[in-house]
């Protein structure tokens, strides 16, 4: 089936550095990426559309200057986190459709931020 | 009121069991119904999907859509404890390029 990778799968920064996650379709094109956010025991929570080519869509209360996203192409998306701070620390999660189907998740990145 | 409500449990069930698995929405707008699973540390894979109201079956899955009642349900016969996740809910108005709406998971444990 479709597959949408996902790297890192986690990653630990000092406070104040920025990270960058990456999201790619590995056997599909995908014009449209989400960025989802997700806190322990709890579901996700939409954080922005990626549109490639275009600005992203972000979520009321999301801050656009701190959670950058750029797709450039068809098969990769971007999330960087900029300036982290501790409470930024959850784990994050983009998807894609690849279309006829139900929409496929990465495996997630767990961001620690100390 | 939330979108889409379902029971967060947590639901703990023998080995071999049916479990059921529900979630309500309010906005009738909602065309595309969704199952997904989580293992802890792990992004959603999924289950089932469906349009249209009835059931639609996948080996042991079953998921059922009820579209006057607006309400969705998961069935699992012969529950393994490799089915040990949380499972969510998720639907959408449109097709791709859709954003996805969550109930809030229900942690299932099926025990040996």
């Known amino acids: 089936g479709a597959v949408v990778s996902q790297h890192p799968s986690w990653v630990i920064c000092k406070s104040g550095t920025s990270v960058k996650i990456e999201c790619r379709s590995l056997?599909?094109?995908?014009?449209?990426m989400f960025w989802y956010r997700q806190f322990p025991k709890q579901s996700l929570m939409l954080m922005a559309t990626?549109?490639?080519?275009?600005?992203?869509?972000?979520e009321q209360g999301v801050e656009k200057d701190k959670f950058l996203i750029n797709h450039a192409s068809l098969t990769l998306s971007t999330l960087t986190v900029t300036s982290a701070h501790p409470e930024d620390s959850s784990f994050y999660i983009c998807?894609?459709?690849?279309?006829?189907?139900?929409?496929?998740f990465g495996s997630g990145t767990r961001l620690t931020v100390v | 009121q939330k979108e889409v409500e379902q029971d967060p449990g947590p639901l703990s069930v023998p080995e071999g069991a049916i479990v059921s698995l529900n979630c309500t929405y309010s906005?009738?707008?909602?065309?595309?119904f969704m199952w997904y699973r989580q293992y802890s540390r792990k992004g959603p894979e999924l289950l089932m999907y469906?349009?249209?109201?009835g059931n639609k079956e996948d080996g042991r899955f079953t998921a059922q859509v009820d579209k006057s009642s607006k309400y969705i349900s998961l069935f699992i016969r012969d529950s393994q404890p490799s089915d040990s996740a949380t499972y969510l809910c998720?639907?959408?108005?449109?097709?791709?390029?859709?954003?996805?709406?969550f109930g809030e998971g229900t942690q299932l444990t099926v025990n040996p």
């Open positions: 998807s894609a459709r690849p279309g006829g189907d139900g929409y496929t």
């Open positions: 056997d599909f094109q995908a014009t449209t």
């Open positions: 990626s549109n490639e080519g275009s600005k992203a869509t972000y």
């Open positions: 906005n009738s707008a909602f065309q595309y």
């Open positions: 469906t349009y249209s109201s």
């Open positions: 998720a639907m959408s108005i449109g097709a791709s390029g859709s954003r996805l709406t």
